[in-house]
Structures are given as C-alpha cells and as structure tokens.
C-alpha cells in the first residue's frame, strides 16, 4: 500500500479553471505538509497542518486553500488558475513535529499544467 | 529567503567513485536533513542530523555538520548507477514551527 498518496498524477487546465489535488496518508501520521517545485526544483512549503489544525501558511496566494477533514487526508484547491501556478505540488506527511519524529514521507507529486 | 545552498549544482561520476556533496545554511537549526528525489517521482528521506551531533552514518551515507560553519556534506560512498538522483539539503529551523527549508538541490549523475 501507498504510504502517502495523490491525486491526480497529472492535471492539464486552462487559465482562469478550479481545481483540486487530493491527499491521502495511511502511516497514521499526525502532521501533513502542501509543498510546491517550480521549473528549476526548488522545494518551498505552502501548508502545514497537524490534527486537522493549520500551523504553516506561507506567503501563498489566497487562491490557494487548503483544506484537512481529518488527520489522514489534506486537500488543497486551487481558484482562478494563472499560467504561474503550473509546477509540481507534492503532499508529505510527518508522524509529528516533536523531536525524533520529523522525517516527512512525500508522495509521488501531482504535476500541474496550465494553458 | 532560502536556508539551505548546495554545491555543487551538478556532479557527474564514475560508478564506483565517492559522491561529496555541500549544503550550507544560515540561521540556527534544529536538525538538518538530506533527501533524494528520482526523476519524476517524491522526495525520499535519507538521513538527519540534529544540531549536536557532528557525524552520522547510514549504510554507503555519512552525513557531518559543522555547526560553526553552518555547513553540512553528505558522502555517498562506492556510488551506483541507482544514485543518480537529485539530493537535497533541509534546515529545521530552531524556533520556526518546525518547518522544513530546502536548498535547489545536486543533481547527481553516476557512469556505469
């Protein structure tokens, strides 16, 4: 079984769309993390939350919501889709954010593209 | 800004040779983390380090810190084909939410 999961793999959209990536972990982790990797791979987090609560919310547009139901699952939506958004969107979890538990787990990564 | 700076960018070896690869960072951390990253697919975990330690090893890895420098390397020894990968070097920072900030990444490629 896949420990962090996503969905889509693979998202096509015209500007101006909505869309959804869809998050799932089954490690029993409490914490869970939105990144985004441009063209050039840089890595920077967007979202994190723990036990359904946000903690992390970087400089992100607020086209941008995330959205937790529970621990397990971490959405994320996106409005009004622009050109710049296009990058990969991975999700990762962690088991917590105490000390001896912060290895974060990734998923396979969503790939976005807008036209 | 970013925390974490490797280098080189790209490094390209002969199967068998030792991979060295440098991150340097700028504030304080709480641990420093690496991770690979094979084409098209998720960040995988490699090894941390906290703070007070200055050297760890895991299998072919050996990870230091200097903390004096605010530098980490990370070693792979005996390198193969399957190290080609994209390494990346992570700060948790002390005192943020425990948040991870990660470098541009190495690109790692290994001759057979």
């Known amino acids: 079984d896949t420990a962090v999961s996503q969905t889509p793999k693979y998202l096509v959209t015209q500007m101006g769309n909505d869309k959804s990536i869809k998050c799932e972990q089954n490690?029993?982790?409490?914490?869970m993390y939105w990144y985004k990797q441009d063209s050039k791979k840089f890595l920077k987090i967007m979202f994190s939350y723990n036990n359904k609560e946000l903690i992390i919310n970087e400089t992100v547009p607020n086209r941008f919501s995330p959205k937790s139901p529970d621990k397990a699952h971490l959405n994320l939506h996106i409005n009004s889709l622009e050109l710049g958004d296009s990058a990969v969107y991975f999700c990762?979890?962690?088991?917590?954010?105490?000390?001896?538990?912060?290895?974060?787990?990734f998923g396979p990564g969503t790939r976005l593209l807008v036209l | 800004s970013q925390q974490g700076e490797e280098d080189p960018q790209a490094l390209s070896i002969q199967e068998g040779e030792n991979a060295t690869m440098n991150c340097s960072y700028k504030t304080s951390i709480n641990n420093l983390q690496w991770y690979r990253q094979n084409s098209g697919r998720g960040l995988v975990h490699l090894i941390l380090?906290?703070?007070?330690?200055r050297e760890k090893h895991s299998g072919r890895l050996r990870v230091t810190l200097d903390t004096s420098k605010k530098s980490s390397s990370l070693l792979i020894t005996a390198s193969r084909a399957a190290d080609t990968a994209s390494y990346f070097c992570a700060t948790d920072v002390r005192g943020a939410n425990s948040k991870l900030t990660f470098g541009k990444g190495i690109t790692l490629s290994v001759r057979p």
């Open positions: 490690l029993g982790h409490d914490t």
């Open positions: 380090i906290r703070s007070n330690e």
């Open positions: 990762a979890s962690s088991q917590d954010r105490r000390e001896g538990y912060e290895t974060q787990y």
